[in-house]
């Protein structure tokens, strides 16, 4: 069984940094890509960054150049550092997996716990 988790979130004031980690659990899968996606009160979920195994990166405009991703393929960790933070980055983030699972050859799509992250003015 696959899980994800989370940590990293919390209370920082504009133009602080924060560095968000999540950890794949679970060996019998080969992973297509990690990302990080997120959720303010109201608003429909928005994909942050992403990273595939391959080690290609991908943004939405509105964090380029201040955010950015890594991953650790041995650990299966992905990381989210983000810089410059501005309080329209406030929501929850979550860490996302799209994975085949060697047993069954189906594509798979975890999500984690979610963080809460708040950006003060």
């Known amino acids: 069984q696959v899980q994800l988790v989370e940590s990293g979130g919390g209370l920082v004031q504009a133009g602080g940094s924060l560095k968000l980690s999540c950890a794949a659990s679970g060996s019998s899968f080969s992973t297509i890509a990690m990302g990080w996606s997120r959720q303010a009160p109201g608003k429909q979920r928005e994909l942050v960054a992403s990273?595939?195994?391959?080690?290609?990166?991908n943004y939405a405009d509105s964090v380029k150049g201040r955010f950015t991703i890594s991953s650790d393929n041995v650990r299966k960790t992905v990381y989210l550092q983000m810089d410059s933070m501005r309080p329209e980055d406030t929501g929850t983030y979550y860490c996302?997996?799209?994975?085949?699972?060697?047993?069954?050859?189906?594509?798979?799509?975890?999500w984690g716990q979610g963080t809460l992250v708040t950006v003060s003015s």
């Open positions: 996302n997996l799209k994975l085949i699972d060697w047993g069954t050859a189906r594509h798979s799509e975890l």
């Open positions: 990273v595939t195994s391959g080690g290609s990166t």
